[in-house]
């Protein structure tokens, strides 16, 4: 079965600092990872995945499949990247018509970016 | 321009109720799911639809059972509440099967 694991639940840094949200799974299959952000009061959002291979507002991940990772990193933390952050991975799963892909999400890491 | 909106922002049930939640999407997806999220456990799938009328337990459905009568419409039932049900419950839905798309969610507190 598959399995998303962050090992941190809380995470502060200061303005400026970098920082790194850790993320690894668990699928024997061929893997595709997100990462979705929470801001206060916000719902729910994609912040990138890694078949794009894309930089959104400054967070870059790199799939890393010896280490079985999809690690987060911005070099530079800004006060307004304070939120809570979800790895995600879409693995397939079987239904009752056959088989689909769907997201297992990870427990989540809480980021505080300090002035 | 809400795309995915779920009736009550909170709602406060007794134990023992029969507790509606309800999902509406605009986006002419197929697929919607609904999950609660707890603190350090993150999301957790209770079911999930591919098409209308059809239904698929997630990791976590029991005490729950699911409505599928429209495409645009995917309805969570807490057949009867309890107190371990508190939670915020999550909506979404995809085109695909990723890119999800959430809505607002629902923080319900049984008592």
């Known amino acids: 079965a598959q399995r998303v694991t962050q090992p941190e639940k809380l995470l502060s840094v200061f303005k400026g600092a970098p920082v790194e949200l850790k993320c690894n799974y668990s699928y024997s299959g061929s893997p595709e990872l997100f990462w979705y952000v929470q801001y206060s009061r916000q719902r729910l959002q994609l912040l990138l995945r890694?078949?794009s291979r894309e930089s959104i507002k400054g967070f870059t991940a790199d799939l890393n499949k010896g280490e079985t990772s999809f690690h987060l990193k911005k070099p530079f933390a800004q006060e307004e990247d304070s939120a809570m952050y979800y790895c995600?991975?879409?693995?397939?799963?079987?239904?009752?018509?056959?088989?689909?892909?769907?997201?297992?999400f990870g427990s989540g890491t809480q980021l505080t970016v300090l002035p | 321009d809400v795309k995915v909106t779920q009736s009550s922002r909170y709602l406060v049930k007794r134990t023992g109720e029969k507790v509606f939640l309800e999902c509406v999407q605009d986006?002419?997806?197929?697929?919607m799911f609904w999950y609660r999220q707890d603190p350090g456990l993150g999301l957790r799938l209770i079911y999930f639809s591919y098409d209308v009328k059809m239904k698929e337990k997630g990791d976590i459905p029991e005490g729950y059972s699911v409505s599928r009568e429209k495409k645009e419409r995917f309805s969570l039932i807490l057949e009867s509440a309890s107190t371990n049900q508190t939670s915020m419950y999550l909506c979404?839905?995809?085109?695909?099967?990723?890119?999800?798309?959430f809505g607002s969610g629902t923080r319900l507190t049984v008592v």
């Open positions: 995600a991975l879409s693995a397939s799963r079987q239904i009752s018509s056959g088989s689909a892909r769907q997201l297992t």
């Open positions: 986006m002419d997806h197929e697929n």
């Open positions: 979404a839905s995809s085109l695909a099967n990723y890119g999800y798309t």
């Open positions: 890694h078949i």
